[in-house]
Antibody
Framework: QVQLQESGPGLVKPSQTLSLTCTVSGGSLTSGSYHWTWIRQPAGRGLEWIGHISNSGTTNYNSSLQGRVTISLDTSKNQFSLKLSSVTAADTALYFC??????????????WGQGTLVTVSS | EIVLTQSPATLSLSPGERATLSCRASQRVSSFLAWYQQKPGQAPRLLIYDTSNRATGIPPRFSGSGSGTDFTLTISSLEPEDFAVYYCQQRSNWPLFGGGTKVEIK
């Protein structure tokens, strides 16, 4: 059973860089055809896709965050990471990591972490 | 850019009743639409993919239908554990979610 677990600071100061890590267990980051994904959810609101990285290292980001977001892989630790620079209060949210799997005709999010709350505040 | 509009925002029903949730896309999205269930304090769970296929372990009371721009999630008879928020999701240039429908106990 694949499990994902987010980790990282829960409080980040404005203008600084938010850094989160997702540790994957029960499966290898490099096997299969998956997109390793970050999604966020501001309190009381809907879900926003941030971006993903494939097991080959190809990245794709939400254009609304382009230039501020970087997703990377650490295959030796079976982890992938998110960095979001120049954060503001608008980046305060519950951040999820998820696996995007090819199911049926396209890719869908079949495994999720429990989420980690990040607050941007001085 | 495609926008997904879910309605109603809140659906108040009793256990045993039928729930019908709508997701309307601003442009045609083919069959690449999914539905997720999210309970408080939990991550979303994939229910339906490719418009009408149930994900692994999802009971048959959940069904999806639709095409083009109009999609529906139906829960045939609500169980107590079905009261949650439901999101539709499609893939255009990137994955995009609707605003959600909360199914609450009446």
């Amino acid at each position: 059973q694949v499990q994902l677990q987010e980790s990282g600071p829960g409080l980040v100061k404005p203008s600084q860089t938010l850094s989160l890590t997702c540790t994957v267990s029960g499966g290898s980051l490099t096997s299969g055809s998956y997109h390793w994904t970050w999604i966020r959810q501001p309190a009381g609101r809907g879900l926003e896709w941030i971006g993903h990285i494939s097991n080959s290292g190809t990245t794709n980001y939400n254009s609304s965050l382009q230039g501020r977001v970087t997703i990377s892989l650490d295959t030796s630790k079976n982890q992938f990471s998110l960095k979001l620079s120049s954060v503001t209060a608008a980046d305060t949210a519950l951040y999820f990591c998820a696996r995007d799997s090819y199911i049926g005709s396209y890719y869908w999010f079949d495994y999720w972490g429990q989420g980690t709350l990040v607050t941007v505040s001085s | 850019e495609i926008v997904l509009t879910q309605s109603p925002a809140t659906l108040s029903l009793s256990p045993g009743e039928r729930a019908t949730l709508s997701c309307r896309a601003s442009q045609r999205v083919s069959s690449f639409l999914a539905w997720y269930q999210q309970k408080p304090g939990q991550a979303p769970r994939l229910l339906i993919y490719d418009t009408s296929n149930r994900a692994t372990g999802i009971p048959p009371r959940f069904s999806g239908s639709g095409s083009g721009t109009d999609f529906t999630l139906t829960i045939s008879s609500l169980e107590p554990e079905d009261f949650a928020v439901y999101y539709c999701q499609q893939r255009s240039n990137w994955p995009l979610f609707g605003g959600g429908t909360k199914v609450e106990i009446k």
